[in-house]
């Protein structure tokens, strides 16, 4: 277990994520981490990097909706101003 005084790790970027995860595993190879603690930290760490993947791609469909003035329409009405003769049938 690590020291309470710690200090955190700016997880921002894939960057840090896989610098986190590279001193995680060589701390469990060295009996320095709970392999518990390591599994852990693996699954927090790939849902997180599931997240920074997704930040950049919703900022890139806020602004695709935003050229097109379809900004905070639901899929309905998109398909509805793609198609003016489809139906919003449920």
Do not use: C, F, W
């Not at 955190?8 to 986190?20: G, I, K, M």
């Not at 900022?59 to 509805?80: D, M, P």
Request: hydrophobic share 35%; net charge negative; aromatic share 2%.
């Amino acid at each position: 277990m690590l020291p309470p005084e710690t200090p955190d790790n700016p997880l921002r970027s894939t960057t840090d994520v896989s610098t986190l995860l590279s001193e995680s595993i060589n701390q469990v190879r060295r009996g320095q981490l709970d392999p518990r603690v390591a599994n852990a930290v693996g699954y927090l760490a790939s849902i997180l990097l599931n997240a920074l993947a997704q930040g950049p791609v919703e900022e890139r469909l806020s602004r695709v909706e935003a050229t097109l003035g379809l900004g905070g329409n639901t899929r309905k009405e998109l398909a509805t101003h793609a198609d003016p003769n489809a139906t919003s049938s449920n």
